[in-house]
C-alpha cells in the first residue's frame, strides 16, 4: 500500500509537470501572429536584467486608461497587419474576437482588463539596452494572435 | 577527538588500557575528516559555479526545448533515485534523502519560472505555487526526514495563501463579507497541518519531520495571534470593513484546530500544543476588541506569551520558554517606548531608557536561567 502510495508520489509531478509543459507548448504554437503596437520603456534591474514595461496601444481603442478596459475587442485586418480594434459587444459579430480573462477596477476607478494569452513575448533585442535609463521610450510590438481568441500570443518589439 | 590527547589521558592515568582502546576505536569508527570534506567541498562548488557560469552565459543560445528537456530528466531522475532507493539512502543517511527531495521539490518550483520564460506565460503568482504544492506535497510528506521539507510543505503553504489573498485584493477593492472569510479561512488554514503532524507523528518512523512541521504549524499559528495584537496597538482593524469577520474566521480555524491537536496527539506536550494554537486563536477576537489601545493591546500580547511559557514549562520545552521570556522582555522594551516616547528625544530620557533595556535584558536572563526547564525535551 505505501509502495502504491510513494509510486503517486514520485510520479505526480512528473505527470503534472509534463502535462503543463504540453498544454504550453500546444497553446504557444496554435496562434496566428498580429502586429500590435504598444508604449512602454525598457527599465533595467540588477536582479531582472533588462525587460521592457509596456501597455497596448490599440489601434482605434488608444492606450487611454479609460478606455482599455473592454471585456472583448474584436480585431479588424488581415494578420500579422492590424488595422483597427473595437470594443466587443456581447454575442456581437467579429471575425477575430480577444476575449479578457480578468477584468477589475484600478485605484483611479478605470477598468484594466487582462486578455488570455495576450502576455506578448518580447524578443530581446526590444531591450536592448538604453543610453537614457529609466526614460520612457516608445516601442511597437509584433503580437502573434493565434487561431482562436483565447489562445496565446507572440510578440516581438523594436524602438521606433 | 585526536588520539594523542587520548594517549595523554592514559599516561596521566586518568583513563585504564581498555578505555583508551575503546576510546580509539570508537573514534576511530565515528571519525569526521572535516579537512578532506572541506576540500571535496570547495572542488565541487568550484566545478559546480563552473558549470552555472558557462550555462549562464550560454542561456540564450541554448533553445528553450532543450533547456525544459534537461530540467524534467533531472527531476525525472532524482524522483526515480527516491523511489528506487530511498530506503537504502536513509539507512545510510536520512540527511542524503532529505537534501534529494528538497532539492526535487525546489527543481519542480522552479520548473514553473522555466516554462514562463520559454512560452513567455504569466499567471498570479499563486496559481504556479498552489499547483507546485499540489503536485509536491505528497512527496515531501511521504519522504520528508527533516526540517527542511517540512520548511518546503509549511513555506509553500503560507506564501500560495497570502499570494492568493494579496493577488485577490489588490487595487483597493474592499471585499464582501462572503469574500472576507474565505481569505481569513485560505490564510488560516495552513495552521492545520499541525493536526496532520500531530496525527501521523505517533504513527510514522520519520518522527523528526513531523514534529517540525508541527512545529512550524504552531509557529505560524502564534505569529498571526502575535501580529493581531500587534495590528491592535496601532488601530490597524479600523481600516477593512469586515475586519471583525475575518478575525473571528481565522480565530475559529485555529481554536478548532488547537483542540483537535489535542485529541490527535495524546500526553502533555500534545494538550500544550493544542492549547497555544488554540489560545493563539481566542487571542484574535480579543485583539480586535482592543482595537487601537496600547495598554491592553500589550496585555494582551503579555497574555498570549505568558501562556507560552507556562505551556512551555509544563512540556518541558526548554527553548520555547526562553523565546517566550526573551519576546516579553522585548515587548516590554517596546511598550515603555509606546508610553514615553518623549523621553527619547533627550540625553537624560536616553540614558533611562538604555539603563532600562540593561534591565529588562538581565531579569529575563535571569528568569529564563532560574525557571527554565532543563535542556532535552521539546515539542
Known amino acids: 500500500m505505501i509502495r502504491y502510495a510513494r509510486l503517486a508520489a514520485a510520479a505526480l509531478p512528473l505527470l503534472g509537470l509534463g502535462t503543463l509543459w504540453a498544454m504550453s507548448d500546444r497553446t504557444y504554437n496554435s496562434g496566428t501572429e498580429w502586429e500590435v503596437p504598444i508604449a512602454g520603456y525598457d527599465p533595467r534591474d540588477y536582479l531582472r536584467g533588462h525587460y521592457v514595461e509596456f501597455s497596448y496601444d490599440w489601434p482605434g481603442v488608444g492606450s487611454d486608461p479609460a478606455q482599455i478596459g473592454p471585456e472583448a475587442l474584436c480585431l479588424f485586418g488581415t494578420a500579422p497587419r492590424l488595422d483597427r480594434v473595437t470594443t466587443l459587444e456581447q454575442g456581437g459579430p467579429c471575425a477575430h474576437p480577444l476575449r479578457a480573462s480578468t477584468t477589475r477596477k484600478a485605484p483611479s476607478g478605470s477598468t484594466i482588463s487582462r486578455f488570455e494569452g495576450f502576455s506578448p513575448q518580447i524578443a530581446c533585442e526590444a531591450a536592448t539596452p538604453s543610453k537614457e535609463e529609466g526614460s520612457a521610450r516608445k516601442f511597437s510590438v509584433l503580437a502573434t494572435p493565434r487561431p482562436t481568441s483565447t489562445a496565446s500570443t507572440t510578440a516581438t518589439a523594436s524602438p521606433i | ?211 517540525r512541521l508541527e512545529q512550524l504549524a504552531l509557529a505560524y499559528a502564534v505569529a498571526g495571534g502575535s501580529l493581531a495584537c500587534a495590528v491592535a496597538s496601532f488601530g490597524g482593524f479600523d481600516g477593512p470593513t469586515h475586519a471583525l469577520a475575518s478575525v473571528l474566521t481565522c480565530g475559529a480555524v485555529l481554536v478548532v484546530g488547537g ?13 500544550m500544543a493544542g492549547a497555544i494554537i488554540a489560545g493563539s486563536g481566542l487571542v484574535m477576537p480579543l485583539a480586535y476588541g482592543a482595537n487601537d489601545t496600547t495598554i491592553p493591546a500589550a496585555i494582551l500580547f503579555f497574555a498570549l506569551w505568558a501562556g507560552i511559557g507556562a505551556a512551555a514549562l509544563a512540556a518541558q520545552w526548554r527553548r520555547g520558554f526562553q523565546q517566550a521570556v526573551g519576546v516579553i522582555a522585548l515587548r516590554l522594551i517596546i511598550l515603555s517606548f509606546e508610553l514615553a516616547g518623549d523621553l527619547l528625544m533627550n540625553g537624560l530620557g536616553l540614558i533611562l531608557a538604555g539603563v532600562m533595556i540593561l534591565g529588562v535584558a538581565w531579569g529575563a536572563v535571569r528568569v529564563s536561567k532560574r525557571f527554565a526547564p532543563r535542556a532535552g525535551g521539546e515539542a
Open chain 2, 1 to 211: 577527538m585526536s588520539a594523542r590527547k587520548i594517549a595523554e589521558w592514559h599516561e596521566a592515568g586518568l583513563i585504564d588500557a581498555a578505555t583508551r582502546d575503546r576510546l580509539a576505536a570508537y573514534e576511530a569508527a565515528h571519525a569526521r575528516p572535516l579537512l578532506l570534506w572541506a576540500v571535496w567541498g570547495i572542488g565541487a562548488l568550484a566545478i559546480g559555479l563552473g558549470v552555472v557560469s558557462v550555462v549562464a552565459a550560454n542561456w540564450e543560445d541554448i533553445p528553450g526545448l532543450v533547456r525544459l528537456a534537461v530540467h524534467l530528466a533531472l527531476i525525472a531522475g532524482l524522483l526515480g533515485l527516491l523511489f528506487a532507493r530511498e530506503e537504502q539512502l536513509a539507512a545510510r543517511s536520512p540527511w542524503a534523502v532529505e537534501a534529494l527531495v528538497f532539492v526535487t521539490a525546489a527543481l519542480g518550483l522552479t520548473f514553473f519560472g522555466h516554462l514562463g520564460q520559454v512560452y513567455q506565460t504569466a499567471s498570479p503568482l499563486w496559481q504556479p505555487l498552489a499547483l507546485w504544492l499540489a503536485l509536491f506535497v505528497p512527496l515531501l510528506l511521504l519522504t520528508g526526514r527533516s526540517w527542511p521539507s517540512a520548511l518546503a510543505v509549511m513555506g509553500g503553504a503560507v506564501w500560495t495563501a497570502w499570494e492568493y489573498v494579496w493577488a485577490s485584493s489588490r487595487y483597493g477593492v474592499e471585499p464582501d463579507l462572503g469574500w472576507s472569510i474565505w481569505l481569513a479561512l485560505v490564510v488560516a488554514l495552513p495552521v492545520l497541518f499541525a493536526l496532520l503532524a500531530a496525527w501521523l507523528g505517533g504513527r510514522s518512523p520519520r518522527e523528526d519531520f513531523w514534529e
Open chain 2, 259 to 271: 483542540f483537535a491537536v489535542v485529541l490527535a496527539r495524546p500526553g502533555v506536550s500534545g494538550q
